[in-house]
């Protein structure tokens, strides 16, 4: 199985890495192109994969491809490879508001593609990834693609209507449960607590709150309550966040991001 990325920035790092690490495929089955010199070395120092500046190489070499460049190029680059790509190819987009009919448009063929969103925690072997595909696609290698796609975290099949709320609940979210863990950090900062040791805090917190629903299963106002002790210190916390719109305003957040992506 021979894997290939066309553009090598951060989410084709977060996503190697852990496909690398976990023996899913071997780095020297990887090839990666970027327009960026820099991206490219970092990309054969670090992983230790083939790299060119030639996209068309890369089709050239991979069973599986994957578009790893920002949405407002996808044209350029499908433009580019669309003659080269074969009928057993399994192209993989990873961006936001390309749908599986736009891309067969795209490409003006019919080709196996399969739509995702991947998100950055794959870096640390804790990613979520949605994926659907096409019906050029046979279950036997969806399975293959999410097997490799399970390399750097979990991985969820789901209808394409879906797509646009998994870029606002998981894909973009990293980006505000990192903005959370500054706040947190910058309040205890405010009480005198040395930077990093607040990030830690913060960071653990937040971390083993997500363990809690994941693995107790139990609703997050559920979790919530337990920590609320009456006429405890939580609960001004609490009636202070709601003061403040905190739930509002995440929703606006996420609300905000899916129209972005529809808009693609
Ligand atoms: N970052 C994230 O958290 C997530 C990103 N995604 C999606 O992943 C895709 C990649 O995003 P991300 O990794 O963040 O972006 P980056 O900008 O970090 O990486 C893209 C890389 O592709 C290079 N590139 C641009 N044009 C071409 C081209 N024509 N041929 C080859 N390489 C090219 C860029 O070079 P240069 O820098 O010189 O332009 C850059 O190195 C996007 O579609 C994004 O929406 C999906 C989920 C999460
Ligand atoms: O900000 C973006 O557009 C990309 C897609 C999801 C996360 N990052």
Known sequence: MKLGFIGCGNMANAMLGGIIKNNIIASSDIISSDLNDVSLEVAKD????????????????S???????????????????KY????????????????????????????????????????????????????????????????ILAG??????ITEN??????????????????FIEALADGAVAAGMPRNKAYTFAAQAVLGSAKMVLDTGKH?????????????????AVRMLEKEGFRSSVMEAVKACIDKAKSL
Do not use: H, W
């Open 84 to 147: 080269l790509i074969k009928e057993n190819q399994i192209f993989i987009s990873i961006a936001p508001g390309q749908t599986l009919e736009g891309l067969r448009t795209a490409f003006g063929r019919e080709l196996k593609i399969v739509r995702t969103m991947p998100n950055t925690p794959a870096l640390v072997g804790e990613g979520i990834t949605a994926m659907c595909y096409n019906k050029n696609v046979t279950e036997k290698e969806a399975d293959l693609v999410a097997s």
């Open 46 to 61: 670090t992983l230790g994969i083939k790299v060119t500046k030639d996209n068309k190489e890369v089709v050239d070499q």
């Open 152 to 157: 750097f975290g979990k991985v969820e099949v």
């Open 63 to 81: 069973d599986i491809i994957v578009l790893s460049v920002k949405p407002q190029f996808y044209s350029s680059v499908i433009n580019e490879i």
């Open 220 to 236: 997050p106002g559920e979790l919530k309550d337990m920590v609320c002790s009456p006429g405890g210190t939580t609960i001004e």
């Open 162 to 179: 879906l797509m646009d709320a998994v870029v606002g609940v998981s894909g973009s979210s990293p980006a505000y449960v990192f903005m």
